[in-house]
């Protein structure tokens, strides 16, 4: 209960500072009058068009990963466990950088991230077909790389084959990941999808405590692994998906997050799964915070400062499981 509290007072925290952070200076009881449509002009398109979609989507997107690696984590019992490995996130960014590559995405604004989402699902499609109904969890590992590895192997070709070097730049600057200059039609876009894969996956808790026992227990105790595994992939594809489609690539958030938080719940994956997703979104709000504070005039990338918060904390991750193995 006092971990709920203090992590949803962080969290409540931070979006605020979202909302008055940035280069312009709004105050308080001005901003507050902006966000509901009164006052300067100026003030309420600053508040409405561009602070509070970057807000609201730097929390879902967010929760959406911490939540998703949580419960990567808890069906694979394995702490390094994380949603990109089934290949959703990389899926969608292959469908973005195909958007941009053809021009797809100077026909109306929402194509780039209606294209990554198509391409998300296909990827979720792909790997029900390969693991198949009766495929166990390393059949679903295998396939998920397999799948992330083409994807990445084509956004590398996508990238070579680009007319002309502002393309390039254009498809390398989106696979950073950012939250900046999104509207409020990308959060209409992915905020519903996003919505589906929490309810997805917040109602796992039960069946991943299950499976601290083993699958054999599980499945004595009477839970279908075929279900669990199927609400699983499809409650990380719409999270993932949506959240790569709107924003890029931002790594290391559903890694990080579920093993800094697992001890603090016992270790249960129920427990976690809320957690993870309250603490993603305090990190991911955290993060954009600091693009705007470090370089402001340099336009420093989401999915950069997340790299190096999350790449120090892997491998000590990685050090640290190293170490209780032998």
Do not use: C
């Amino acid at each position: 209960m006092k971990l709920a509290l203090a992590l949803s007072v962080l969290t409540a925290a931070l979006f605020v500072a979202a909302l008055f952070v940035g280069h312009a200076a709004i105050p308080v009881p001005q901003g507050l009058a902006a966000l509901l449509g009164l006052g300067d002009a100026l003030h309420v398109t600053v508040m409405q068009q561009i602070r509070l979609p970057r807000a609201l989507l730097a929390a879902a997107i967010g929760g959406s990963l911490g939540l998703s690696g949580a419960a990567m984590q808890g069906y694979l019992r394995n702490p390094l466990a994380e949603p990109g490995l089934i290949g959703v996130s990389g899926s969608a960014a292959l469908g973005a950088v195909i958007a941009l590559q053809t021009g797809l995405a100077g026909l109306f604004f929402l194509a780039l991230p209606l294209t990554a989402l198509g391409f998300a699902a296909l990827a979720v499609g792909l790997i029900l077909w390969l693991a198949g109904p009766r495929g166990s969890s390393l059949t679903l590992i295998l396939a998920g790389i397999a799948i992330s590895a083409l994807a990445g192997a084509l956004t590398s070709l996508a990238l070579n084959l680009s007319p002309n070097p502002y393309a390039a730049a254009e498809i390398v600057f989106w696979m950073l990941g950012s939250v900046a200059d999104r509207s409020m039609a990308h959060v209409a876009l992915a905020l519903p999808v996003m919505a589906v894969g929490w309810a997805l996956l917040l109602t796992l808790g039960r069946a991943l405590d299950a499976l601290t026992l083993g699958e054999d227990v599980a499945q004595a105790l009477g839970l279908s692994l075929r279900t669990v595994r199927l609400r699983l992939l499809l409650g990380t594809a719409a999270a993932v998906g949506a959240a790569t489609a709107v924003a890029g690539a931002v790594g290391f958030v559903g890694l990080v997050v579920p093993h800094l938080l697992r001890r603090l719940v016992g270790a249960r994956p129920s427990a976690l799964l809320w957690s993870s997703a309250l603490g993603g979104a305090a990190l991911t709000l955290a993060a954009d915070l600091a693009t705007r504070l470090i370089l402001p005039d340099r336009d420093l990338k989401l999915g950069v400062i997340m790299a190096l918060v999350g790449a120090p904390l892997f491998l000590h991750l990685i050090y640290k499981t190293r170490s209780e193995i032998s």
